[in-house]
């Protein structure tokens, strides 16, 4: 009975180093393909533009908001 054990540990021992070594061998190889590497200039220029987009879209719901608010003022004065 005692033997099954030590098998069984011995066998999941042997899948966990076989796997760390599986791991280490896939973080040696390069992985970039389809990957476009761009510099510190690109990356920040990138950014600024999401920025700029959600900074517009921030301003469009807004000035909507905005006019929701004066039309519903202008509903109630009447």
Do not use: C, F, R, W
């Not at 900074?55 to 469009?60: D, G, S, Y």
């Amino acid at each position: 009975m005692m033997s099954k054990y030590v098998e069984e540990a011995n066998s999941i021992i042997e899948s966990l180093v076989a796997s760390d070594h599986q791991v280490h061998y896939d973080k040696n190889q390069p992985s970039n393909k389809g990957v476009l590497e761009l510099d510190k200039k690109n990356i920040i220029m990138v950014h600024n533009m999401l920025t700029s987009q959600q900074m517009e879209e921030v301003k469009k719901k807004m000035t909507k908001l905005q006019v929701g608010s004066n039309s519903t003022s202008v509903s109630n004065k009447l």
